[in-house]
Structures are given as C-alpha cells and as structure tokens.
C-alpha cells in the first residue's frame, strides 16, 4: 500500500483544514485507516483512526474537533479538522493497518510493526 496525505497550511487558531489520504496498491488488505501527528521535539501521537466495521476513534485531546471519514470509491481518507489550536500544529501522516485486532487496531493502540505510513503533511495554527 502508498500512501500520499495533502491539504495541509497555514492557519489561524479557531480556523478549519480538511486533510487527505489517498490510497494505492493492495488496499484490499487494509484493516484499519488512520491519522498520526508529530510536533517538533515530540513522540508521534495518535489522531484518529477508523477501524473494523468502520467505528471511529479519536484521541481525547481532538474529540469535537476533528472528524475521519472515508470515500472508498476514491480510496480516500479524510481528516476534517475544525477549531484549530496551536498546539494542533505538527506533521499529519496517515497510515493503515493490515492485521485485525479486537475493538481496534494495530495503528490506534500503537502497535506499528505491520504499520504503512505515509509521507507527512504540515499542519501550522498560529495564535
């Protein structure tokens, strides 16, 4: 699977940007879809996934913010991001899984071994 994320820029803290993840290769073998974000000087972190039976998950610091969604006809994936904070600022990588795991998923719960990522997008929210 490769990966190609877009949409991010610059702007203002209360601003919007919808992000994209588009998908090529093997996708039938995707289990899981998802967002990670890295600021300078931080451990990657985990945004929002969509996993088995297509639930949505999202770290407790985006939740209300940031809505995943997904247009499999394009085999894309979206990242919805609203009420933008300066510390929301960071690279965004999308990623996807291939191996099931109950309730989640690999790339959700950290297990990034089987892990596909993509190349970054930069997200700036200036204050």
């Known amino acids: 699977v490769q990966l190609q994320a877009s949409g991010g820029g610059l702007v203002q803290a209360g601003g919007s940007l919808r992000l994209s993840c588009d998908a090529s290769?093997?996708?039938?073998?995707?289990?899981?879809r998802g967002w990670h974000r890295q600021a300078p000087g931080k451990v990657r972190e985990f945004v929002a996934s969509i996993v088995g039976g297509g639930r949505m998950l999202y770290a407790d610091s985006v939740k209300g913010r940031f809505t995943i969604s997904r247009d499999n006809a394009k085999n894309t994936m979206y990242l919805q991001m609203n009420n933008l904070k300066p510390e929301d600022t960071a690279v965004y990588l999308c990623a996807t899984d291939e191996l099931p795991l109950y309730g989640s998923s690999c790339l959700t719960e950290g297990y990034y071994t089987d892990v596909t990522w993509g190349k970054g997008t930069q997200v700036t929210v200036s204050s």
């Open positions: 290769g093997n996708i039938f073998s995707i289990n899981s």
